[in-house]
């Protein structure tokens, strides 16, 4: 089945400890893309990446750093974790940005106190 | 500012009735999206658009390149539509998202 996997869905955490979120696809995807939501603000893009080793910042890059050095795998690395950065964040990849259907995750709910 | 604005931000319909969500963008795109974010909060992808038109079953997106504004029609609405509907404009590579219409279809 063609999809998009998250670990962990959930996870409570302090601040300034160190966290990962991993993303993975089984689409052979070249785009990757990870967003986070909050209320009354949306969806932002945080970092995106065209293929392997090849990343860019989205709209909201600060406090968050990327890797990608498969193609399968896009984690979201949370260096020194914030209050602000308590939100729901989706990973999602699509064959390129042009491609009418991005799959997503089925979300991470982050809590950082 | 946000460079997608989304109308109305909520919306209450009785079933069977036709819907109109609105979606104004302020800067120069490549494509624009409509998402549909179910309850339970999976996000999946509607429609892709660079002009013109689209239908998938009772669903029509509409989209004027001049005006910078798209629609997202429902006819014949269902209480299995509601959810929120999301706009998301693709510029360059990079995506810019509406807040989201909130739609509960009343049975």
């Known amino acids: 089945e063609a999809q998009v996997t998250q670990n962990p869905r959930y996870l409570i955490t302090v601040t300034g400890k160190k966290l990962t979120v991993t993303c993975s696809q089984n689409m052979n995807h070249e785009y990757m893309s990870w967003y986070r939501q909050d209320p009354g603000l949306g969806l932002r893009q945080i970092y995106y990446?065209?293929?392997?080793?090849?990343?860019d910042k989205g709209d909201v890059p600060e406090g968050y750093k990327v890797s990608r050095k498969e193609k399968r795998n896009f984690p979201l690395i949370l260096e020194s974790p914030s209050p602000n950065q308590t939100s729901l964040y989706f990973c999602?990849?699509?064959?390129?940005?042009?491609?009418?259907?991005?799959?997503f995750g089925p979300g991470t709910r982050l809590l950082v106190l | 500012k946000n460079e997608v604005e989304q109308s109305p931000q909520n919306l209450t319909a009785q079933e069977g009735e036709f819907i109109t969500i609105n979606c104004s963008y302020s800067v120069g795109i490549s494509a624009l999206h409509w998402l549909q974010q179910h309850p339970g909060g999976g996000i999946v992808s509607l429609f892709m658009?660079?002009?013109g038109k689209k239908k998938h079953g009772r669903l029509i997106a509409t989209i004027n390149i001049q005006e910078k504004h798209s629609s997202l029609h429902i006819t014949a609405s269902h209480p299995r539509d509601s959810a929120v509907y999301i706009c998301?404009?693709?510029?360059?590579?990079?995506?810019?998202f509406g807040t989201g219409t909130s739609l509960t279809v009343i049975p």
């Open positions: 658009l660079s002009s």
């Open positions: 999602a990849s699509s064959m390129s940005p042009a491609q009418e259907t991005q799959y």
């Open positions: 990446s065209m293929n392997v080793e090849v990343t």
């Open positions: 998301a404009v693709r510029s360059g590579n990079q995506f810019y």
